[in-house]
């Protein structure tokens, strides 16, 4: 009979305690090339998603000035920077548009989901939480407003 661990080592003799080994902690976002990260992750895996991939790669026809303009729009929202000028609003109306009011409620949770695992793959901290809190906010509000243009 092999007793591998004790009471002070479950690991067992001459091997590391699970509570001894630390993962590497995750830093916040702190500047723009953390955004260009996130945003860049993040919209690799939207492109990918067998939902929303076919919406996004339908409407972006230039994906690298598409993420600097996301790369900006973020970091205006998390630092509060005027990088980013423009009407997501209206981009997103004239989206829902083009796809015949095909955008649905379901949709923002699939991007509400990725944006949360993406923030949560990379960083950690109050700049991670306002991303994950504004996100929240804003697909709320895009929602209700692309709603409201339907009916005009």
Do not use: C
């Amino acid at each position: 009979m092999v007793v591998r661990g004790t009471a002070r080592n479950p690991a067992g003799p001459g091997l590391k305690s699970l509570n001894a080994i630390q993962m590497p902690k995750k830093k916040d976002i702190q500047k723009r090339e953390d955004v260009g990260l996130l945003v860049r992750r993040f919209y690799g895996k939207i492109r990918a998603d067998q939902v929303l991939g076919p919406i996004f790669n339908s409407m972006v026809t230039d994906w690298e000035a598409h993420l600097e303009r996301l790369t900006d729009f973020w970091e205006s929202q998390l630092f509060l920077k005027r990088t980013y000028i423009g009407n997501p609003l209206a981009v997103h109306q004239q989206v829902d548009d083009r796809m015949d009011q095909g955008i649905r409620p379901e949709h923002f949770g699939l991007w509400l989901n990725l944006w949360f695992a993406t923030l949560d793959e990379l960083f950690e901290g109050e700049v991670a939480w306002i991303a994950k809190n504004r996100a929240q906010k804003m697909s709320t509000m895009l929602y209700l407003k692309i709603f409201e243009h339907r009916k005009k």
